[in-house]
């Protein structure tokens, strides 16, 4: 019988004269590629990221988010499960000051969360990423989802991320330190929490002009924009029990619009990302 040679998953006959190559790769073959390609896929290497050795990564293939979740945190794990991207959590523990390791500011300076590697970034490469709404457009980017297509309403969303990072954002974060964490250090001056409170509730009222006869943010298609901003005004009820004192039953079309976002099924899920150990 001629001997037989395994070559590219095919079996070859050779006699004296001729290879004989089957027309098609036998099962086996297409067995043997499978495996031999699956055996030589490299692990992607991360050890260019310190962050990795403080928060190792079970699967160094797929995207390490290094967050809690907060307000800002939350928006980054909720567009993940709305873009079905595979990810690996890694809660950063504020009570133990974890954001200002020199680990954690070898890839977010700033020590803040979240932060983010791609380990599949631009060409292929490993990329390091924070701030919560550069990652949320990023990760937009990257898919071609969760902004729309036309140049236009894809700038203009844009706009509206950047009123979450510049307005809503720091706003309601100031509202929340003076009415709930420093409430005992302003008892005897009311101006702080007066003046973050004012402004939280005008900020909530551009919100409501823009949500009239609206079911998004941007018309019909949910966007970046309303992860950027729906868990700010559900922060602010949730973590600082504001939602009284920023009268939330002034802004229906907020809170219509604040009940469809945490509906979301990648809402219910990205919500308490990363879970407690």
Not at 20 to 43: D, K
Request: hydrophobic residues 40%; contains cysteine; proline residues 9%.
């Amino acid at each position: 019988m001629p001997d037989q040679v395994r070559h590219d998953g095919r079996v070859h006959f050779l006699t004296a004269r001729r290879d004989v190559v089957p027309p098609f790769p036998t099962a086996f073959g297409v067995l043997f590629m499978l495996h031999r390609n699956f055996q030589e896929q490299p692990v992607t290497d991360l050890s260019a990221f310190p962050i990795t050795q403080k928060w190792p990564a079970k699967n160094p293939d797929i995207i390490q988010l290094y967050s809690l979740p907060t307000p800002n945190g939350v928006k980054v794990s909720i567009a993940l499960e709305e873009l079905g991207l595979a990810y690996e959590p890694h809660r950063v523990d504020f009570g133990g000051n974890e954001q200002k390791s020199p680990e954690f500011v070898s890839l977010n300076p700033n020590g803040r969360i979240p932060a983010l590697i791609d380990p599949h970034g631009p060409d292929g490469r490993p990329i390091g990423l924070f701030e919560s709404g550069a990652i949320l457009w990023y990760l937009a980017e990257k898919t071609g989802k969760l902004v729309p297509s036309d140049p236009a309403q894809k700038y203009e969303t844009l706009c509206w991320v950047m009123f979450q990072m510049g307005g809503v954002g720091p706003m309601f974060g100031q509202f929340g330190h003076f009415y709930k964490f420093a409430a005992d250090k302003v008892a005897n001056n009311s101006y702080p929490m007066e003046r973050y409170r004012d402004e939280a509730k005008r900020l909530l009222g551009v919100l409501e002009g823009r949500l009239q006869d609206r079911q998004w943010i941007m018309g019909e298609t949910y966007t970046v924009a309303d992860i950027a901003l729906f868990p700010w005004v559900r922060g602010a009820d949730i973590f600082y029990g504001g939602r009284d004192v920023l009268g939330y039953g002034d802004f229906p079309a907020v809170m219509g619009w604040l009940e469809r976002c945490t509906a979301r099924p990648a809402s219910q899920k990205g919500i308490d990302v990363p879970a407690k150990e």
